[in-house]
């Protein structure tokens, strides 16, 4: 009796095995077909795209020589619908970096379809925002504890935590900002190399050992310059991010939000906004480059003579420097159009 | 002349626009329907690799309660041509984990042609390899100079460069893995959480202060010991590659090169170097536990009495054990089949 119970329910499930086994090849026959039908037909529309861009590229070269008048509507036109629309999915790769390839190996960061980039674009937006505010509070606590709590010395390790947590934050920012870029985004390297040298800051002051006692008011102000270029860090964040977020906004409203690249001014509300934004940048910049000529400063008059102190100050000067050439640089460009 | 030849350049170079601007708007036409298209096409291939798979598990639960012999050879083959094949590229996609979004955000990273998949798998494995030799270079250079140049005293730079590229290196290892596992790899869990611990002790020794003179041989005993536990690592390495990277080549020879996950002995003959390889590993593993136990008790007698001393001997302990408790749960699942 239960020998054939067994041997019936045996049989109905060896059934749906063979079934199964059959849906399982249709399905993969089907895939495996998908799969190189789409291929050719995205070689095709991809080799497509890279004609027209050649194209293109020749055409622009010809009107930069000065053969014909700049603002040919048609022209800007057809690169728009190539940079913009799904078409440009088909474009080549823009080259990977070296910095993804070094994390990450050589896998696909790329979105094809344009939705899908602009969530990772919006998602790194709010990202921003949310760090801005944590890299607000975090060193504005530490440098309150400090005068409060901890009578005028930090103690080692939540400095420490802070600046790993830094070290975290700029690496995935770089990160972002390269996948950013594969997708499309214009932005300019120097602002992906700005956090390439915040990381190696953090990094180098993670080895910066944190005197005590005796005289730490002294031993550690070069930890409190560190802490106030941080706050300002913050401040400049913010005021950018909020910037940032409002030319998305009207990009919107001009049902431009397909385009990871503003070619022309017709974010006109928003220039002005920036025209606010950038002499608070400017100062923070010059502020920033003060606090790394002050950590020089520091090193050579022997104040605290560690080879830290040197790199710090050395690379808050690049990076002011850099920070400020790059911010003339995009109001150039866009003034330009 | 000058006005006419100008005029007729124009011309040539309007006709060229707009020409252009066609063809970019027919491939953006052709872009956007193929776009379309494949999603819906993939939308339905997904749900019948959804329904396929849930009956399959289905199935695979009845089978567990004992109604039928395990070892199904049609059972296993609808699962291994939907595991394996095209097909299981649409299967849902394993859940992202919060390492990757933390780092880079909710961007894909998954490849949907096996080859491709492959091709990332073998990226990782010569990755590895490349590591493993600078493993066992780095920390034996600095374990070679320190008795032959440095006088027994090692100079903080160097240490502090090599666990800067540690934290990097495993950094990029648990990013690797986990896209690996996104893409379908069957790696253990553990594996990736042994990685996130090495970091946790790479970024806790960066702060680890190196005393030098006087008596820094005394001083500097934890750091020795952290060395030879890096050395034993890359020993570890090597054995593991030269073992996977076999693995790798008896699946290809074995036409199965498109299996990211093996389910049954068909590696017998690996297996047997596994067998050779594990009790070197029981080995390591000991001595990984035995340093930080030492690093444990040196806190604990007060030669150094800092946290990060003990916090890196903690780890240690941990993941010996973990990496005991895994070694030994593969074995066990390897010989159950
Ligand atoms: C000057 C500034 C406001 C210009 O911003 P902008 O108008 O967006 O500049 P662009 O039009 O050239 O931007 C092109 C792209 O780069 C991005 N981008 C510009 N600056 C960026 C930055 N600092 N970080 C990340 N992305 C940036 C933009 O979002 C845009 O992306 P998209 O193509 O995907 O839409 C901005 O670069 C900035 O705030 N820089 C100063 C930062 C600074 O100095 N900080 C430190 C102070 S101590
Ligand atoms: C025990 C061991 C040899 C088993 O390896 P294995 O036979 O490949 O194990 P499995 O069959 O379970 O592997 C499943 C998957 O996980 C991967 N994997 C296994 N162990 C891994 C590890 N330690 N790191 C990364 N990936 C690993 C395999 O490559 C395989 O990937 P795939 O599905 O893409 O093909 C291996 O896990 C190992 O070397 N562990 C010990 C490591 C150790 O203890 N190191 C420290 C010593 S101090």
Not at 85 to 90: K, Q
Request: glycine letters at 6%; proline letters at 2%.
């Amino acid at each position: 009796m239960e020998e054939s119970s067994s041997s019936s329910s045996q049989k109905k499930i060896e059934e749906e095995v063979s079934r199964l086994a059959e849906l399982a090849k249709e399905l993969q026959d089907s895939a495996s077909s998908f799969i190189s039908n789409s291929t050719t037909e995205e070689q095709s529309l991809r080799q497509r795209a890279l004609a027209i861009d050649s194209n293109l590229k020749k055409l622009h070269s010809s009107v930069q020589t000065g053969a014909i008048d700049r603002k040919q509507a048609h022209k800007v036109r057809a690169r728009c619908i190539l940079s913009d629309g799904d078409g440009a999915s088909f474009l080549p790769n823009k080259s990977h970096g070296r910095f993804l390839k070094m994390f990450l190996g050589p896998i696909n960061v790329r979105a094809s379809r344009k939705d899908v980039q602009l969530k990772v674009k919006e998602e790194y937006n709010s990202y921003r925002d949310r760090t801005a505010f944590l890299f607000l509070l975090f060193p504005s606590t530490l440098l309150l504890l400090r005068s409060w709590v901890w009578n005028g010395c930090f103690p080692a390790l939540p400095v420490q935590l802070y600046q790993a947590w830094l070290l975290f934050l700029y690496t995935s920012l770089a990160l972002r900002e390269n996948i950013l870029r594969v997708n499309g985004s214009d932005i300019r390297s120097w602002w992906i190399c700005h956090h390439y040298c915040a990381m190696v800051m953090a990094l180098v002051s993670l080895t910066w050992e944190i005197k005590g006692q005796p005289d730490c008011s002294h031993m550690q102000s070069d930890v409190q310059l560190f802490l106030l270029w941080a706050v300002m860090q913050g401040v400049a964040m913010l005021l950018q991010n909020r910037y940032q977020r409002q030319r998305l906004y009207t990009r919107i409203a001009l049902g431009k939000a397909k385009r990871m690249d503003v070619v022309w001014g017709e974010t006109a509300g928003v220039e002005g906004q920036l025209l606010l934004l950038c002499p608070i940048l400017f100062v923070l910049q010059g502020f920033e480059a003060y606090i790394g000529l002050l950590l020089l400063k520091n090193s050579l008059v022997g104040v605290v003579s560690e080879w830290q102190v040197v790199v710090c100050g050395i690379l808050l000067v690049v990076m002011a420097v850099g920070n400020f050439a790059n911010t003339v640089q995009t109001l150039i460009s866009k003034s330009r159009i």
